[in-house]
């Protein structure tokens, strides 16, 4: 299995926000590496940048994880929309 | 009108976040930070070099300011792109009650009647000098059109792609020039993400965004035209639409370009937002006091400016607030009422992205966000003969008369529509 890498924007909004998520990633997936690139958090919202790496498997579960915990999970490039 | 070459003054690509630097090459983000990337400029080379009159003897069109681009050769598309139209909107001020409101007419923008012709014009020309040959966009209707008509100028290859349920003018308005249509079945989040993926596979250059740092340096010709129509300065507020979020934060940049090379004085301008109520990520975070906006599911009429999750919407947030501005919102039945009244008083026929942005500059009036005795810029972005469908139903058939003088006193004259007989 290969090692790879996906950067990501998570949006912590409706309660996961006061939730300790990422920690609880670390516990659940201890080889999915994170690398956070910068954050911003607002009184009812919050944004991370990541950016994830690890087995492909453990990065589509870690990804799953996330989730599952209430966080919107967007790709860096091409997640956001542009104009048209 | 032949232009003498002149040397770029483009420093570099740079983090909005980080300040993290990268060569001028296709890119949309930082690797280190995410955040997107800029056109940096040498602003102290172009002191001295870049002044009223250097512009003044460039080409009536946005090239006139291509100093201030990102390009580095000759312009290869949009020669006869921007330039258009600053009106003195006076009878619509005095509908108003407000002093001095000016219209920055992007409705008769060439060669596709919208401000998308800027932006196009120098991602197409960018295109070019990276060498590619195929290039596209991940669309809502106006930009597929432009990117279709300033391709097809070019001899580029071009897709556009496009949500599969677009209205069925702008199917055909873009597909006159050529392109191949790519109609996706998905929403406009869709449509981009595939973007994103063909731009990695193919090589192509996707204009909105594979180039996105330079297409969007496009915008800023809306806001340079507007000071120097003004006479070189700048109106007190400045109303826009936001969508992606390109425009707002460019025109303020430009505002802000033209203060530091002192071709202007800075009279602190304000800038406001204007969204859709079905629509309207921005005005919302605004007025909940957010730095922060929330994803939304468009819909609205306005649908050239339905963007849900703007690229650069926390940019607009910081531009709007730093500059004292605000931002409103317009309900449908607002904007077509917006529509119909600056046609009626100006004769100028937005879409409803237009009618959004007055409906809004109007509200922002009336709340006493905008001071009625400033001078107010209303920028209109798109034209109205490019979504007549939204328009249908809202005016009564006129009657039809036989070619009888006696027919037209009764019916029309008089007003009596029981006496048509034809």
Same mark, same amino acid.
């Given at each position: ?84 | ?224 035209? &507007? ?8 109106? %007190? ?5 936001? @969508? #992606? /979020? !390109?425009? =707002? ?86 904007? &077509? ?8 008083? %100006? ?5 409803? @992205? #237009? /009618? !959004?942005? =007055? ?64």
């Amino acid at each position: 299995m290969s090692k790879a890498t996906r950067k990501v924007w998570l949006t912590f909004e409706g309660g996961c926000q006061d939730e300790p998520v990422i920690w609880k990633l670390s516990q659940e997936y201890p080889n999915v590496i994170f690398d956070i690139r910068q954050a911003s958090i607002g009184k009812a919202i919050g944004i991370m940048a990541l950016e994830l790496s690890g087995k492909e498997k453990q990065l589509d579960k870690a990804i799953k994880f996330l989730q599952s915990n209430g966080v919107k999970v967007d790709p860096v490039e091409g997640g956001s929309l542009v104009e048209g | 009108m032949e232009m003498e070459p002149a040397m770029s003054y483009v420093k570099s690509l740079k983090s909005r976040e980080s300040g993290q630097e990268y060569p001028i090459e296709p890119r949309t983000v930082c690797d280190i930070d995410f955040s997107p990337v800029e056109v940096a400029y040498d602003y102290k080379a172009m002191q001295g070099n870049v002044t009223r009159q250097s512009i003044e003897a460039g080409p009536l069109s946005l090239w006139r300011y291509k100093d201030l681009l990102p390009i580095e050769g000759e312009p290869k598309a949009g020669l006869h792109s921007g330039w258009t139209p600053l009106v003195k909107a006076d009878k619509l001020a005095a509908e108003l009650g407000v002093k001095e409101l000016y219209i920055k007419d992007d409705s008769a923008n060439y060669p596709s009647f919208s401000y998308k012709d800027r932006v196009v014009s120098v991602a197409i020309t960018k295109a070019i000098e990276f060498g590619f040959d195929t290039v596209g966009c991940a669309s809502t209707g106006n930009l597929a059109h432009s990117v279709a008509a300033h391709a097809a100028a070019a001899g580029l290859h071009t897709f556009v792609m496009v949500p599969h349920d677009l209205e069925a003018g702008k199917m055909v308005g873009m597909s006159v020039f050529g392109p191949k249509v790519v109609r996706i079945a998905g929403n406009y989040d869709d449509v981009n993400r595939l973007c994103s993926q063909i731009a990695d596979k193919y090589n192509w250059a996707i204009v909105n965004v594979n180039l996105r740092p330079f297409y969007t340096e496009g915008a800023k010709t809306h806001g340079f035209e &507007i000071a120097e129509q003004l006479g070189w300065k700048l109106p %007190q507020h400045t109303v826009l639409p936001v @969508a #992606g /979020g !390109t425009i =707002l934060p460019k025109v303020n940049k430009a505002y802000k370009e033209f203060i530091r090379l002192g071709l202007v004085d800075d009279n602190s301008p304000v800038i406001h937002g204007a969204q859709a109520q079905g629509c309207n990520p921005i005005t919302t975070a605004i007025e909940e006091g957010e730095e922060i906006f929330r994803p939304q599911k468009p819909k609205t009429i306005a649908k050239s400016i339905a963007i849900g999750n703007p690229a650069d919407g926390y940019y607009v947030i910081k531009d709007i607030l730093n500059s004292g501005g605000w931002a409103a919102s317009a309900t449908d039945p607002e904007i &077509i009422d917006a529509i119909k009244l600056l046609a009626r008083t %100006q004769g100028i026929f937005t879409e409803p @992205a #237009g /009618g !959004t942005t =007055l409906a809004c500059a109007i509200k922002l009036i009336q709340s006493g966000k905008i001071p009625k005795d400033e001078s107010i810029c209303v920028c209109i972005t798109g034209n109205g003969l490019k979504t007549l469908e939204v328009m249908e139903n809202q005016f009564q058939a006129a009657p039809v008369i036989k070619a009888k003088i006696k027919e037209f006193d009764e019916v029309i004259v008089q007003g009596n529509n029981a006496a048509a007989t034809a």
